[in-house]
């Protein structure tokens, strides 16, 4: 059964901390790992990555998939109470059709 | 307005109601996708469509009912609705397989 674990469920940081968020999967058929981050309403993109190594970086967040490993990570610097969310991965694959399977996600709370 | 809309944004029906969720995209994506949230299990798919009058079933598809008759639009029906159903309901599209999805606002869901 293919599955996305995340790690840890939830954490709480300090303004300034830099946190780092777990993503294990086991997919058929992998095609793609994708982060959201995801505050009061829908969930809003981040990274998609497909290739090993290759590190996506947008301001303060970053990225980077193992895909021998199966996992991935989500660094954040210098964290501020704006980045308090649930952080989504999800992994594209499973079959021959389009289908994103979703972790349950990372809670995380900065505090000022 | 472009982009991905969700309506209602609330609703509280009876158990054994059916009920209908719409959802309505202006960018002529190919993909779409509904998806459940609950609390301990992420996003879990319910129904995705490739393109228009084409539909396949996800992980959680018991209990609903879709139909993509226009590119634009991919209702979720719920045929009668249980307790169980009590969830917030995002629909989702995407231009190409694996291209990071984008969500609508939700609709939170109450069975009563």
């Known amino acids: 059964e293919d599955k996305v674990v995340q790690s840890p469920l939830s954490l709480v940081v300090h303004e300034g901390d830099t946190v780092t968020l777990n993503c294990s999967y086991e997919?058929?058929?992998?095609?793609?790992l994708l982060w959201y981050k995801q505050e009061k309403k829908a969930p809003t993109f981040l990274f998609m990555l497909?290739?090993?190594?290759i590190e996506k970086k947008s301001g303060r967040l970053s990225s980077i998939l193992d895909k021998k490993e199966l996992f991935s990570i989500l660094n954040i610097t210098a964290t501020q109470t704006g980045d308090s969310a649930v952080y989504l991965c999800?992994?594209?694959?499973?079959?021959?059709?389009?289908?994103?399977?979703f972790g349950t996600g990372t809670l995380l709370a900065v505090q000022p | 307005d472009a982009g991905i809309t969700q309506s209602p944004r609330y609703k509280i029906t009876e158990t054994g109601r059916q009920v209908t969720l719409m959802c309505h995209q202006t960018?002529?994506?190919?993909?779409m996708f509904w998806y459940r949230q609950d609390l301990g299990h992420g996003l879990r798919l319910i129904y995705y469509?490739?393109?228009?009058?084409?539909?396949d079933k996800g992980e959680v598809p018991d209990g609903y009912v879709v139909s993509r008759s226009k590119t634009e639009n991919f209702p979720l029906t719920l045929e009668s609705a249980t307790r169980s159903q009590t969830s917030v309901y995002f629909c989702?599209?995407?231009?190409?397989?694996?291209?990071?999805?984008?969500f609508g606002s939700g609709t939170r869901l109450t069975v009563v």
């Open positions: 999800a992994v594209g694959g499973g079959g021959a059709t389009n289908k994103l399977i």
């Open positions: 997919v058929t058929n992998f095609r793609s």
């Open positions: 497909t290739s090993s190594g």
């Open positions: 960018w002529s994506h190919s993909y």
């Open positions: 469509s490739a393109a228009a009058d084409i539909t």
């Open positions: 989702a599209s995407a231009r190409l397989r694996d291209y990071g999805y984008t």
